[in-house]
């Protein structure tokens, strides 16, 4: 088998639509996957990981939120796919919209996605690195938001807008750190993206314009592999027509 066929790739919020797209991608393009997601989630996560097969994926939920949860998760990754993720989507997170910051006292909105968006990234960069380091092999692409570079399509959730800023500008931070080490960290800006939970939020959206879900899908694959291997730091938009 090739390199590529061997590699493991881990994905965080692997339930969610992009995630469990990406899952399909990634192992219809030969790598094993770790899929990783909340407890919450963990009838979904295990359906897919189902679906996708025992030798080929394996499915893990946890709150995430502490070195030991990911330790714990990482070592019953190797023990059932045989090895250390060698590259990593981080597709977790979350959206919270709401009135401009002048109209509300709403301290919980802005922890809320402090919490889920910076947090979560930095706690899986951190888990996931030292091991691609020592291997001097690694990609990791984070999820972002068209936000970061217009924020005034944001309006309403500056809280949000500002955490997916976070995220980008950490993983670019630490891509320069581990560049020399053999691993590549990018981001993804996407707009809209065309999901069953957003067409029911805006019904009267023209969906057309809106990014599928294969096609941002199609993006991260792309920087995970071995064909992207010039490319780190990047923030990559992904806008459809919006």
Do not use: C, H
């Given at each position: 088998m090739s390199k590529e066929t061997l590699r493991i790739a881990a994905i965080t919020g692997a339930a969610g639509a992009l995630g469990s797209a990406l899952a399909r991608t990634l192992v219809d393009r030969g790598y094993k996957v770790a899929l990783f997601d909340t407890e919450h989630a963990k009838e979904r996560l295990a359906a897919l990981a189902s679906s996708l097969g025992a030798d080929k994926a394996f499915a893990?939920?946890?709150d995430f939120a502490?070195?030991?949860?990911?330790?714990t998760a990482l070592d019953a990754t190797k023990a059932a796919l045989g090895g250390s993720p060698t590259h990593a989507a981080l597709v977790a997170g979350g959206w919270a919209g709401g009135p401009a910051v002048h109209d509300?006292?709403?301290e919980a909105?802005?922890?809320?996605?402090?919490?889920?968006?910076?947090?979560?990234?930095?706690?899986?960069?951190?888990a996931l690195l030292p091991a691609m380091v020592a291997a001097q092999d690694g990609s990791i692409v984070v999820i972002g938001s068209r936000a970061v570079e217009r924020p005034w399509t944001a309006t309403g959730s500056a809280a949000y807008a500002a955490s997916k800023a976070a995220v980008v500008t950490i993983a670019q931070t630490i891509a320069q750190e581990v560049l020399e080490r053999g691993v590549r960290i990018n981001a993804i800006l996407p707009s809209t993206m065309d999901t069953p939970a957003n067409r029911a939020d805006m019904p009267d959206a023209d969906h057309?314009?809106?990014v599928s879900l294969s096609s941002a899908a199609g993006?991260?694959?792309?920087?995970?592999?071995?064909?992207?291997?010039?490319?780190?730091?990047?923030?990559?938009?992904?806008?459809?027509?919006?």
């Open positions: 893990f939920a946890s502490s070195d030991v949860a990911w330790s509300t006292k709403d909105s802005y922890q809320r996605m402090i919490t889920m968006n910076v947090d979560s990234a930095y706690r899986a960069l951190r057309s314009k809106w993006v991260i694959a792309f920087l995970l592999s071995d064909e992207a291997r010039d490319v780190s730091g990047a923030a990559i938009p992904v806008y459809g027509r919006a």
